[in-house]
Structure formats: C-alpha cells, structure tokens
C-alpha cells in the first residue's frame, strides 16, 4: 500500500464532505468542488477523518492511485477551506501588467498588448510599485487549475537566460549565462 495513501485526512469543521456514485463532493466556505474517483479506491468517510482503501493491494498502478487519490482530497479540502495562491513576478524594462478579477492585460516586449481573461475560479491583482518588478497575484480553490494558469501565464515570456527578463515564479531561481565574444 501507498504511504501516503495510508495517512488520514482531517476534515475541518467548517467542510462538509459526501460521495455519491463515483464522485466526491467537498463543500467549504470558499466554494464547491468535485472529484472522480477509481473504482478500485474505496473511500470510508468517519466523523472528522476520511480512509482511504485500495481493493487491489498488490499491482503497483492501484498502489500509485491509492496515494494520489488521497493528495486530490486533502488538496480539495484545504482549497475550500484556505484556498491557494501563486504569485509571478515580471522582470525586464516596461513590462507591465493590469489584472482585476478575471482579466490580465500583458504588456511583455511585444508589439501587441496581450489579455487574457480566466474561468470564474480564478482572481488574479497585479502589484504594481514604482521602482520595484510587477507582481501578478492568481487565486483558486483549485490547486490543478492554479497550476495550469500560472504555467500558461509564465510560458508567454519565459525567463532569458543572459539578462533573466521575462515573467518568473517569485522564488525563481535563473542561471545567468556569461556572454562570450568570440575574435
């Protein structure tokens, strides 16, 4: 069996959790979210904690899916709960963002603006101060989907690596390379 997947997951009082067919609901106070679940997994939900248990101890897909289904549902529970953030950080000269709610407005060294506007689950506010690199803040409940558009958002201007411009994650580390003049 699954390390992980051998742990419990507490569930907090202000979260309400059911199963119904092969979905798991989990209700919280930031919103509402759902998961599919394998039917070899079995969910045993007890007052305050949730089990998981693997029908299919032996084969090592099953083990693996064991310990994933348990990290989805303890990520689902702390998202309705506390809810995740990611911040991105834009380096390089004029590079500016403008984001309210579901909109970002990009302006990264292209000849164009770039907007992109996002799915209700995601709030995105920008930081902008004089003097110091712009700050793109994303919200959600749903760690995936924070995931995805953080990376997206990165992808547009991925950091070069002679001056590091472009848009980062905010503890990003970028190996600078020396330039080289060849005579």
């Given amino acids: 069996m699954s390390r992980i997947g051998k742990k419990y997951i507490i569930i907090p009082k202000n979260v309400n959790i059911y199963k119904k067919d ?3 609901y989990v209700k919280g106070k930031l919103g509402n979210l759902k998961q599919k679940i394998n039917k070899n997994i079995i969910i045993k939900i007890l007052d305050d904690k949730i089990k998981l248990i ?10 693996s899916l064991h310990g994933l289904y348990r990290m989805l549902i303890y990520n689902m529970i702390k998202g309705v709960n506390e809810g995740y953030n990611k911040k991105l950080e ?3 000269v004029g590079y500016k963002a403008i984001g309210k709610g579901k909109i970002l407005n990009l302006n990264v060294g292209y000849s164009h ?14 930081e902008n101060v004089k003097g110091e690199n712009t700050i793109i803040n994303i919200f ?3 760690k995936q989907l924070l995931g995805i ?9 991925k950091p070069e690596p002679y001056k590091g411009k472009g848009i ?4 990003e580390k970028i190996i600078i390379k020396k330039y080289r003049l060849f005579m």
Wanted: contains cysteine.
């Fill in 168 to 171: 980062r994650y905010i503890n």
């Fill in 149 to 157: 558009v953080a990376s997206k958002i990165r992808s547009l201007k």
């Fill in 140 to 142: 959600c409940i749903n």
């Fill in 22 to 24: 092969k979905y798991i």
């Fill in 90 to 92: 834009l380096v390089g």
């Fill in 113 to 126: 603006k770039i907007v992109m506007k996002f799915c209700k689950e995601i709030n995105i506010t920008t």
């Fill in 54 to 63: 693997n029908k299919k101890n032996n084969e090592k897909k099953y083990k």
